[in-house]
């Protein structure tokens, strides 16, 4: 019992992080309530350029200057499935400080036969990492990415739940030649899987 509570608590978790807003904005900061007609037209349009600044806010609504943060670490990746390009960005509050920062998603690939339970996969090549405030950022070696860094991810098949109808599933990172289940990861797309956009990332707050 205690684990099927644990299970459907990371589902709401899940759903109150998409719905909090972790799309890309075209006009700066959008309410909570704006963000279903904002899919929509992603779904149609295709995702947006990221035209504000980082913490202007993808993951749990964070927002620039607000008087509380939640403590945690928050990551998301978002590029459309027949682009060759994205962006990824990336936060850690704590008691120890903040460490923020986005870079960019390049030379993004479509991985063949990405094996059993895999929906899709893609690689891709960090770049152009730069650091939110970084005078006062506090983000240590270890979770900063490497610009020229190549990296794997991938939808699996395993349900996690439901948003607007789109289905969300668990996320796989590629370790060392073989699929591992990212801890706290999430994957949907909105759209086709050819065509979509593809949202992922991390959220452990």
């Known amino acids: 019992m205690g684990k099927k509570k ?7 978790k899940i759903r109150d992080i998409l719905e909090r807003g972790l799309f890309w904005a075209t006009n700066g900061y959008t309410e909570p309530s704006g963000q279903a007609d904002q899919i ?3 779904i ?11 913490r202007a806010n993808l993951c749990g609504g964070v927002v ?3 008087e509380s943060e939640p403590l945690g670490t928050e990551w998301q990746g978002v590029m459309g499935l027949s682009e060759s390009e994205g962006e990824l960005t990336y936060t850690r509050n704590s ?9 960019e998603l390049t030379g993004v690939a479509s991985i063949g036969d990405c094996g059993a339970g895999c929906t899709f996969a893609r690689q891709m090549t960090i770049g152009n990492l730069s650091i939110d405030d970084e005078a006062n950022s506090t983000c240590s070696a270890e979770e900063l990415l490497i610009n020229g860094e190549t990296v794997q991810f991938a939808q699996s098949d395993v ?16 370790e060392g030649g073989s699929w591992e289940t990212v801890s706290d990861g999430y994957s949907i797309v909105f759209g086709d899987l050819t065509n979509g956009a593809w949202y992922f990332g991390v959220s452990d707050d």
């Open 6 to 12: 644990k299970k459907n608590s990371k589902r709401e």
């Open 159 to 174: 349900f996690l739940g439901e948003f607007e109808e789109t289905l969300f599933y668990a996320l796989w990172e590629d």
């Open 44 to 54: 149609e349009t295709g995702p947006q350029p990221w035209v504000t600044g980082l």
């Open 40 to 42: 929509r037209n992603e």
């Open 95 to 103: 008691e120890d400080g903040r460490c923020s920062f986005a870079a």
């Open 64 to 66: 620039e200057d607000t």
